[in-house]
């Protein structure tokens, strides 16, 4: 550093002080380039995100967003040729989706409410809804649909999981209320930045009575918590939100704040000093065997008969636990049906995977996000299977 005299013109008459450069420490990240290098190459061509983390620690151990650019442009001062090609280049290479992406979680956020009845005692596992395909609040002719016309029949909460049954999770959503809802799912992260040791995060949003009337000046209506239970409306998560929440419902409840920064080594030290993971909180367990209940349920996803990602199998010698999410990026009226080959494709929803495995003793955990992709079974839920069998491969963990 040098504190130099200049005159008014900027010009230096003279060098005042010197002082030379301090080398600082050298910083490991928790980063896998392998690992990194699949989940960049799972997505292919399309814009998304894709965080992969350690559920034992919340070490991140892929963050990908795409489309992405050339950092090394930047190291000794970027071109304005070069700066305005990536600013304009499509899909806004600069915009880091894993950190700042806020997307409807649509039903990855169906095992959170699911653990939230039963750990509020308002449902059991054995307790049953019958899907019709329409769920009508009382005195209203105005359906809410499940996915598949005609509905699933009745269904216990491990295969309301297994299937994503729209029904199951609206008259829970309204059993469990909107404010309770938000109070539970506000110990998993969700609504606000998880603690990654990375400047930027999106909040998110996490939506109550509260929140609506200090937003809008507006009540709160059935309606919405309706649709909040298969996580549509005002619900908005981060990529790294929903990998920090399935991180806590692998490892059974404790909530690490995701980091980067896995070890430093100081100037004539002769090893790195590991950084113990932060510990945000540790999520009560009532009853340990909802939480088996939940991960089942999220098991039969992929292994189940019936199960919505079941097309990812075979799988090389584990099990996998996932859900599911598809996020509507415009409204469909009341008669209107849902047609991706009439859609434009920068219309079309997005498509949401949350996995974990193995299932009986986690090691990883992964959330992705595939802009525009469509179904989250079809276009997520690979990018996804991808990334937890190379690092169960790398681990020797198969």
């Known amino acids: ?199 930027g995060e999106n909040a998110g949003i996490l939506p109550s009575r509260a929140w609506k009337r200090s937003r809008y000046n507006q009540p709160w209506y059935p309606g919405e918590t309706v649709i909040s239970g298969i996580g549509q409306g005002f619900n908005v998560v981060t990529p790294v939100q929903l990998a920090a929440a399935t991180a806590v419902l692998a490892n059974g409840g404790t909530r690490f704040a995701p980091r980067l920064l896995y070890a430093s080594k100081g100037t004539g030290q002769q090893q790195a000093v590991r950084i113990e993971a932060p510990t945000a909180m540790q999520v009560p367990v009532v009853r340990p065997e909802n939480w088996d209940a939940v991960r089942e349920g999220m098991r039969r996803v992929i292994h189940g008969a019936a199960g919505t990602a079941r097309a990812l199998l075979p799988l090389n010698g584990f099990e996998m636990a996932g859900k599911s999410g598809t996020a509507q990026v415009v409204g469909l009226a009341q008669d209107e049906t849902y047609d991706e080959t009439k859609v434009a494709e920068h219309l079309r929803h997005h498509a949401l995977f949350i996995g974990f495995a193995p299932v009986a003793h986690p090691r990883i955990v992964v959330a992705a996000v595939v802009e525009h992709g469509g179904g989250g079974s079809r276009q997520a839920a690979p990018v996804v299977k991808a990334v937890i069998e190379a690092w169960l491969a790398q681990e020797n963990l198969q």
């Not at 989940?39 to 559920?55: E, I, K, T, Y």
């Not at 509020?120 to 329409?134: D, M, Q, W």
């Not at 269904?155 to 729209?166: G, I, W």
């Not at 992260?189 to 990654?196: A, R």
């Open 1 to 199: 550093m040098e504190k130099v005299e200049t005159n008014a013109g900027g010009r230096m008459i003279r060098s005042l002080a010197r002082s030379d450069p301090v080398h600082g420490d050298d910083l490991i990240l928790s980063l896998d380039v392998q690992l990194q290098r699949v989940a960049w190459d799972a997505l292919g061509d399309r814009a998304g995100a894709v965080v992969a983390m350690d559920p034992d620690d919340g070490s991140v151990l892929a963050l990908v967003s795409k489309p992405g650019y050339d950092p090394n442009l930047f190291v000794h001062g970027i071109s304005t040729a070069d700066y305005q090609s990536i600013l304009h280049a499509p899909g806004r290479a600069l915009f880091n989706r894993a950190l700042q992406g806020g997307y409807e979680p649509g039903s990855t956020i169906k095992p959170f409410i699911a653990l939230a009845g039963l750990e509020l005692g308002v449902i059991t596992p054995a307790k049953r809804v019958f899907s019709s395909g329409n769920f009508y609040l009382p005195g209203l002719d105005r359906p809410f649909r499940d996915w598949r016309k005609g509905g699933h029949g009745w269904v216990d909460l491990r295969a309301a999981l297994e299937q994503s049954v729209n029904t199951y999770f609206y008259q829970l959503a309204l059993n469990v209320g909107i404010d309770r809802m938000h109070d539970y799912l506000d110990q998993f992260g969700f609504g606000s930045v998880t603690g990654l040791d990375m400047p």
